[in-house]
Nanobody
Framework: QVQLVESGGGLVQAGGSLRLSCAAS????????MGWYRQAPGKQRELVAT???????NYEDSVKGRFTISRDNAKNTVYLQMSSLKPEDTAVYYC??????????????WGQGTQITVSS
């Protein structure tokens, strides 16, 4: 079993910055893609950013130039540096990871979510 533990959420004023972290622990042989998703009230969960084990990144259009995803493979941790935050970034942010785990099977895991609230 693998756990994803997120940290770094909170309340910030528009234009401010926050950094999210997500650490994976458990039976992990390797982690392929890691990413961040978000879900605002009344809306579907959407992709924010992903990063492969090799460092290739993908961003949702509205966060390009403002958010930066990175990872530390040695620590099985993914980060999301968020700047120039806007009220529309308010949502619960979830970490996601594709893990090669027990019996070398591929598993997909989600974190518990962390609330980001951007005030205007």
């Amino acid at each position: 079993q693998v756990q994803l533990v997120e940290s770094g959420g909170g309340l910030v004023q528009a234009g401010g910055s926050l950094r999210l972290s997500c650490a994976a622990s458990g039976t992990i042989y390797s982690i392929n893609s890691m990413g961040w998703y978000r879900q605002a009230p009344g809306k579907q969960r959407e992709l924010v950013a992903t990063i492969t084990v090799g460092g290739n990144t993908n961003y949702e259009d509205s966060v390009k130039g403002r958010f930066t995803i990175s990872r530390d493979n040695a620590k099985n941790t993914v980060y999301l540096q968020m700047s120039s935050l806007k009220p529309e970034d308010t949502a619960v942010y979830y970490c996601n990871a594709d893990v090669i785990g027990v019996r070398f099977y591929n598993y997909n895991y989600w974190g518990q979510g962390t609330q980001i609230t951007v005030s205007s």
